[in-house]
């Protein structure tokens, strides 16, 4: 169990887009415990805007969602020189073995699969974003 | 009886060697279109001309006359013999019963009867009168003879009809030894006119009749050789031919029809007769330019469709050269093939494979759908429950975390479900692609162990691993299919032992296998059970009580379908508070150091 008292994600933004409203208010509530600046977005497009007006430090979406997927949101992240360097985590109910794979090839960090547990995903989370040269210095403060 | 030497008589003595010597030249070919009649005929014709040749030598008219009269056996079996080899020769040897046989007989037998009983009834000749220092007897003859020479003619004109019949519908490729042995037909038949009318330019007395036959004998023995007559006889090409499902038209140089068989002229829809001598262009109407589109094309093999009577047929086209013998290409044949039938099979063969393949997507979609609308609200549970266990939430009293860890509980149990019956519906539907890559057996293996060391850790049972020094580094495996079959065997083995040890051996088994053994020492598994529990929901239970151990009871099922799908197989040996082990064979598939360069 993680201890409360510590707010590993302080100082951090970051951006969750997810149309599931119970799936989006359990990372909010979960991100916010660690103190993270929140922007929630439920869809792709949106959250595509709030990437490139936001500056998140990171970004955790869904793929099944209207008016743009997931998928989509990546490319364009990928594609724009200003919103490409920005890590993204993929958080998907989707369990077709080649979902993860296309993660990968679009350029996400991790794919991670619904239903997952808070306190492992904020495991993964961590492990994930430590690993990325340009947080080494935050992780470093430690 | 005396005989003087008659140099006239030498002239059907020698027509008669030769017509013996083609008996026996004949002979050879059998067996053949023909052989037996012409065979017989030849003879009959010999033993005519050597009776005909004493008869010239003969002194006395008794003489002469009891020759002319033994002569009449050769005579009156050559026309029949004739008839018999034409019907035979032109593929109707249908006609050739036992009840045509007694028909064509009773003519000779009666003539050689009332030949033999002339002097009784006079009614074949009426007298014979032999001039002084004549070779021949002068015949009076008498009504009988000539109806017995009218009847002779008839037959040879039959004979000769289907023999003409048969030229007319042979193409040109047969037409030289029709023309032969048409030749061959009518030679005794001028020969007997020209002896009888007396416009013979021999002597009258020499009956140029056997003369005739031996020309038959001659060009039929030409024929033999030239065309190989009674190897290939034209006719029973023609019965081929005819008897071909593929409609076959024969073109010349000029884009004629010579020749059709009976398939393309039901597929023109017009008689042979009326088919022959037309050109392609009135053929083929709407595909005039067929021919002319391949002119110079050696040979052509494609499809095209054509409308008959409204509907649609498909035909496969083949255009084949006909070439003499200095290259020149003197016609073609067409053969057309209905191929419509076996279009239609393809395609519907193509529509099923299509329906099969859409049928499969539906069912991969639907797995997919449902995997996807499952985990939506599991991850809800799940990550609400999760919150409240980490505190997020708030402080909740031991009451509530009781409850929430209860909630916990069931909704892992839920997902594990959804996961298990997931994967066996993907198994099931051929949806689990085995992926076979050279593989680390010993770190797979290691990494086996360390999932499962926590587990067991945590039950306090003791974790025994052991690979076999034999077992090669690396294999072909499916890794991530053999670690789901080996963790769920691992997992089974601690949710089922209380105290003692798992052991998990990898080892060679025999030359082609090798073997995951996965040893407990708990609960073990009742005889009857041992029969059941790799089958779908079945899981170990007692009276009136739930599964043991909290499983799916599709765990083992997806082992066993996992390892049939990697041509393997899984088997337990069990006994009751000793303990099971389980075993998975696979075929073993070592990689090659040399080509992987490790």
């Keep these: 169990m993680m201890q409360k008292t510590e707010k590993q994600l302080a100082g951090w933004r970051v951006l969750l887009v997810d149309n599931d409203a119970n799936s989006l208010d359990i990372l909010e509530t979960l991100m916010h415990f660690y103190g993270a600046v929140i922007f929630s977005k439920i869809n792709g497009e949106e959250g595509l805007q709030s990437a490139r007006h936001d500056k998140p430090d990171f970004i955790i979406t869904d793929i099944s969602m209207p008016v743009m997927d997931g998928w989509e949101m990546i490319k364009a992240l990928k594609d724009d020189a200003e919103t490409q360097t920005i890590p993204i985590i993929v958080l998907s109910a989707h369990a077709m073995a080649g979902n993860q794979e296309m993660a990968k090839n679009l350029g996400a960090e991790a794919y991670v699969l619904k239903p997952f547990h808070p306190s492992t995903f904020l495991g993964e989370l961590l492990a994930v974003l430590s690993r990325l040269p340009q947080f080494a210095s935050r992780f470093d403060k430690r | 009886m005396n005989f003087a030497y008659s140099p006239y008589a030498l002239i059907p003595l020698i027509a008669a060697v030769i017509a013996a010597l083609l008996a026996i030249l004949i002979w050879s070919r059998r067996p053949g279109r023909g052989v037996v009649p012409f065979v017989i005929l030849m003879l009959a014709l010999s033993f005519w001309s050597t009776a005909n040749s004493l008869e010239l030598s003969g002194i006395t008219v008794e003489t002469k006359v009891l020759f002319a009269s033994i002569a009449y056996i050769g005579i009156v079996t050559v026309p029949a013999m004739a008839l018999i080899f034409v019907l035979d020769y ?41 001039e002084s220092g004549a070779v021949s007897a002068d015949y009076e003859h008498a009504s009988l003879f000539w109806v017995h020479a009218v009847y002779s003619y008839l037959l040879l004109l039959v004979a000769a009809g289907f023999l003409v019949q048969a030229f007319v519908r042979s193409p040109q490729l047969y037409r030289g030894q029709i023309t032969l042995l048409v030749t061959g037909l009518l030679a005794p ?3 007997n006119v020209l002896f009888l009318s007396g416009l013979s330019p021999f002597p009258d007395f020499i009956d140029l009749t056997p003369l005739g036959f031996l020309v038959t004998g001659l060009t039929t023995a030409y024929s033999l050789y030239r065309f190989r007559l009674m190897d290939i006889a034209p006719v029973a090409h023609h019965e081929i031919f ?13 884009n004629r029809i010579v020749d059709v068989n009976q398939s393309a002229a039901k597929l023109l829809r017009l008689p042979s007769s009326q088919l022959i001598g037309k050109s392609s262009q009135e053929v083929f109407a709407g595909q005039s330019d067929l021919l002319s589109r391949y002119q110079d094309l050696e040979s052509v093999d494609e499809e095209f469709t054509a409308q008959t009577d409204g509907v649609t047929r498909i035909y496969q086209i083949r255009l084949s050269p006909l070439k003499d013998r200095s290259g020149q290409i003197t016609g073609r044949t067409v053969v057309l093939r209905d191929i419509t039938q076996l279009k239609d099979t393809n395609r519907e063969l193509q529509e099923a494979r299509i329906k099969a393949d859409e049928a499969a997507r539906l069912k991969s979609e639907f797995l997919a759908t449902m995997s996807h609308e499952l985990r939506t609200p599991l991850n809800s549970i799940l990550g609400y429950t999760g919150l409240l266990e980490m505190g997020v939430m708030g402080e909740i009293d031991d009451k509530v975390a009781h409850a929430v860890k209860r909630i916990d509980e069931s909704g892992n149990y839920l997902l594990l ?6 994967d066996l519906a993907k198994v099931e539907a051929g949806r689990i692609d085995i992926v076979e890559e050279p593989t680390d057996v010993r770190e797979m293996v290691a990494a086996w162990g360390e999932q499962v060391s926590v587990l067991a850790d945590n039950k306090g049972l003791d974790l025994k691993l052991s690979i076999q020094p034999e077992l090669p580094q690396k294999i072909y495996a499916d890794k991530d299919r053999l670690s789901q079959i080996a963790l769920n065997l691992l997992s089974n083995a601690v949710k089922f032992t209380e105290q003692g040890s798992i052991t998990l051996e990898v080892a060679v088994n025999g030359g082609q296998n090798w073997m995951i053994r996965v040893n407990d020492t708990g609960i073990g598994i009742p005889p009857d059970a041992q029969q059941y529990i790799f089958d779908e929901f079945r899981q170990v239970r007692g009276q009136d009580q739930p599964a043991i151990g909290g499983g799916t009871g599709l765990g083992l099922a997806i082992v066993r379908k996992l390892a049939n799908r990697m041509a393997g197989s899984v088997s337990v040996e069990s006994e009751l508070s000793k303990g099971s082990t389980f075993i998975v064979k696979l075929p073993l598939l070592p990689v090659d150091d040399m080509t992987t360069g490790t």
Excluded: C, Q
């Design chain 2, 90 to 130: 032109t593929g109707r040897d249908s006609w050739l019963t036992r009840r045509t046989y007694i028909l064509l007989a009773i003519e000779p037998i009666l003539v050689v009867v009332l030949v033999s009983t002339n002097s009784l009834h006079h009614a074949f000749w009426l007298d014979v009168t032999l």
């Design chain 2, 242 to 254: 005819n008897s071909m499902v593929d409609a076959v038209l024969v073109f010349d140089s000029k």
């Design chain 2, 417 to 422: 479900l959804i996961n298990n019956i997931l």
């Design chain 2, 189 to 191: 038949w001028i020969a």
